[in-house]
């Protein structure tokens, strides 16, 4: 990640919203439709269409703009994503989340019991080097 100050556009490349914290950091979601369309894999893929996917999700990227990418989903196309993403100039980034439990008391003295979500830093793609 840039020096503190430097303001820098990490594109949501991920089927799910970003969190308040992600999106503190510089995340932006793009056009989500076309991201879940290539996120999604309804039958067993080839190497082709993973390739294909891996740039057109690195398309999407370069054409918004990104200086990085949050990216995950099906571990197979995570290694061809970023290879698309660097060759684009676009750094990835997977976020490292915290998945807290919260129990909430209903009316009917129920417990609905949900994990949240919560952003704690960033693990860089092909490099392995950990951010806060």
Not at 95 to 111: A, I, K, N
């Amino acid at each position: 990640m840039p020096a503190e100050g430097v303001v820098i556009m990490i594109i949501n490349l991920t089927q799910h919203a970003p969190t308040q914290e992600q999106i503190q950091s510089g995340v932006v979601d793009s056009d989500r439709a076309a991201i879940k369309a290539a996120l999604s894999f309804e039958s067993l893929p080839t190497r082709e269409e993973i390739q294909a996917r891996a740039h057109a999700l690195a398309d999407i990227a370069e054409s918004a703009g990104a200086d990085c990418a949050m990216i995950g989903g099906a571990p197979y196309l995570m290694a061809p994503l970023e290879a698309a993403l660097a060759w684009a100039g676009i750094q990835p980034f997977y976020s490292f989340t915290e998945r807290v439990s919260v129990e909430e008391t209903l009316p009917d003295g129920s417990v609905r019991k949900t994990a949240v979500f919560k952003h704690c830093g960033w693990v860089r793609g092909r490099e392995a080097e950990i951010l806060q």
